[in-house]
C-alpha cells in the first residue's frame, strides 16, 4: 500500500516555495528576512511530505471502516514522527517568529503582499498544529 500526500498539500508547500523565492528576489530587509523563512521551510516541508503527512492517506478508508493488513506499513512513518514530533513544533515556531519579522519588514518596504504571504504562511504553519 502506498502511502502518499495529498497533492493540494504537496502543491500548497510548492507554491509557498515559490512565493518566498520571489520574496527573496525583491531585495532589502524583505529579501534578507525570507532567506532564512525559506531555509527553514524547505526542509520543514520535506520533512512533512516524507513521514507526517503520507498517514493522512489512511483517513479516507479508516473513515468507512476498512482496514487492510498492508496498512501496518505506515507503522515507520508514524514512529518517525513520533520521534521527531517536538522538532517539527520547533521548526513551527521559529517559522512563526521569522514571519511575523518578515511581514513587519514587507510593511516597513511597502510591499503588502509579501507581507499577506508572510500572514498566509503563518496560518498554514499554526493550522498544521
Do not use: C, W
Not at 24 to 42: C, H, N, Q, Y
Not at 101 to 128: F, I, P, Q, T
Request: without cysteine; charged residues 35%; glycine residues 6%.
Amino acid at each position: 500500500m502506498e502511502f502518499t500526500v495529498s497533492k493540494s498539500l504537496k502543491g500548497e508547500h510548492e507554491e509557498f516555495m515559490k512565493e518566498l523565492a520571489g520574496a527573496d528576489r525583491s531585495g532589502g530587509t524583505v529579501g534578507s528576512a525570507t532567506k532564512e523563512v525559506s531555509r527553514i521551510l524547505r526542509g520543514h516541508f520535506k520533512k512533512e511530505e516524507e513521514f507526517a503527512l503520507p498517514p493522512l492517506s489512511l483517513l479516507a478508508p479508516l473513515a468507512t471502516r476498512k482496514s487492510y493488513m498492508e496498512m501496518k506499513g505506515v507503522l515507520p512513518l508514524t514512529d518517525r514522527f513520533d520521534v521527531d514530533i517536538y522538532q517539527l513544533l520547533e521548526e513551527h515556531k521559529e517559522s512563526v517568529t521569522l514571519l511575523g519579522e518578515l511581514a513587519d519588514s514587507a510593511a516597513k518596504e511597502n510591499k503588502a503582499g509579501y507581507a499577506r504571504l508572510a500572514e498566509k504562511l503563518k496560518a498554514h504553519v499554526l493550522d498544521e498544529e
